[in-house]
């Protein structure tokens, strides 16, 4: 291979290697408050169907109902939502999860909440910083 050749490969590998690592490195990035995912057991309201939650794609709202009790609210783990925003545009957070949650059924949230029904219990979700 020619010197130039050889050159733009390594100039390109090293593109894609930084690419990559910028889309892997904000889960990482721990600074900031955190922020959870709390669902708190409430008697009687129109909810979502839980039953069919991906625990891929909805990571913070399952771990949050499977914490929960009959008596006691469930967290997620925690998020670090950082300074600047920038780790926002790179990585999956529980304010995603209410966003997606409150347009599947508009008639099932609330401003900050979204209600989801669940093994016959129904669950009030907020995202909280304590």
Do not use: C
């Not at 590998?13 to 057991?41: C, E, H, M, R």
């Not at 794609?57 to 925003?85: L, N, Q």
Request: aromatic share 12%; hydrophobic share 40%.
């Amino acid at each position: 291979m020619r010197r130039r050749t050889r050159i733009a490969l390594l100039v390109i590998l090293g593109i894609v290697v930084f690419l990559l690592a910028l889309g892997a490195l904000p889960n990482y990035i721990k600074s900031g408050d955190p922020y959870y995912l709390t669902a708190t057991p409430v008697e009687d309201h129109a909810a979502i169907n839980g039953s069919d939650l991906d625990e891929r794609r909805y990571p913070y709202t399952t771990a949050a109902i499977a914490d929960a009790t009959a008596d006691e609210p469930g967290r997620s783990d925690p998020y670090w939502k950082g300074y600047v925003g920038f780790k926002e545009a790179f990585t999956h957070s529980p304010f995603d999860e209410i966003t997606a949650l409150q347009q599947r059924s508009m008639d099932t949230s609330e401003a900050d909440a979204v209600y989801v029904r669940f093994e016959g219990t129904i669950y009030r979700l907020t995202v909280t910083q304590s």
